[in-house]
Each structure stands twice: as C-alpha cells, then as structure tokens.
C-alpha cells in the first residue's frame, strides 16, 4: 500500500510539472476593451455637430422683415387693395418702418344720373404711402405678453374719383393713427400681425370709420 501512494505522488508531480503555468504567460491573455471605452475614445476625437436651433449671427438683414396686406372684394362693389411694407429693428425692439398703398373700387350703379334718370357707375383709385413706428413688448418682458406692440403711423392718401358724367374728382387724405396690435408667430420667421387703430383726423373725406382693424403677414430675412 505503501508503495502505491508513493506511486501516485510521483504521477501528480509529474504532471503539475507539464502544466503551463496561465498566471506567468502574459502572451495567452487576450484584453478584451469594453464597447462604452472605445465610444468615448472616439467621441472625444470627433467634433461636436452644431445646433440645429443655435442663434444666426446678428446683421442689418437679420433686422429686417417684410409683409403687408392684401384684399379683394366682388359683387355689386369690386375692388382690390395692397399694402406692402417694410421695417427694420432700429434700437432694442423699436422698428420704424414704411409702406404704399393702392386701392382700387368700382361701384356697379352706384347713384342715379339725374340728367339720364338711369343708374350710373362710379370708381376711385386711391395712391398714397404711409410711415409708422412700432415697438413690441418683448423689449420689456420675456413671456407671450412680448408679442404685442404699440403703433403710430401717418398716413397720405391722394383720391381720384371718376364718374360718367363728372368727371374726375381729386382730393388728398391725411391720416394719423395711434393703437396697438398683436404679433402671432407661425414659424421662427413668418407672423401674422393684428392692429387696432384710431385715426385722429377723421374728416368727412376719410375713408376709414373708427376704430380699425387690420390684419396681416410678415416674414424676417
């Protein structure tokens, strides 16, 4: 028995002997980096994309926007009016600005023709320009009360009425407008605009009757 056991010992050491040791071979240790390592490597190596929503640079154009307004009307009374205008952003949220105005009417039988006793026509045409200032809020406060404005503007008209039987009739309008409106955004440029204005020379040839209303659009450059 005893030379059994002594048998078996050799056999052990012996093969203990054989084994490679893992613990002393650096050469059969495979390191294996984590994918989260190699993402931050490269991601510390590549640039930063840019902002979809970072701020233009601020220029003369970027002060700039346009719009107006525009109407038809058909039926017994067909006209047409057009408005546009421009303004720029002059000091903090002061924008003084200008525009041209046409209108044009034609009133199917619009008074009877005493000499004839027939009904007769009549159209206008109105020319004329207008300057204004305008200041928002937002200049004041950070919230959606920024949205609206104080407005003033003058405004010269010159009429040219025509008749069949007479003539051409021609006067000139002068108008001063006080008020205020709203500017509703619809698109980081594009707006909509609301006003409510008095004219405080309203005479019999005005063809406004206080107070007035007025919609319309604009866009930023």
Known sequence: MKRYLIIIATLFLALASATPSFAQNNDSIVVIS??????DSVSATRPAPARANAPRPDNFWRRVSVGGWLSFQFGTITGVSVSPEVKVRLVNQLYPGAGFIYQYAYYNDYYIDPVTNQP?????????GRFF????????VDNFLGNFFAHTEYEYLSYVGHSENYGDEVYNISSIFVGGGYKQPVSDRAFFDFLLLFNLNDTPDSPYTNPIFRFGFGIGL
Do not use: N
Request: aromatic share 14%; glycine share 8%.
């Open 34 to 39: 984590s994918p989260s390592v190699r993402e």
């Open 120 to 128: 007769a026509d009549f159209s206008s045409s109105i020319v004329g």
């Open 133 to 140: 200032l305008r200041y928002y809020l937002s200049g004041i």
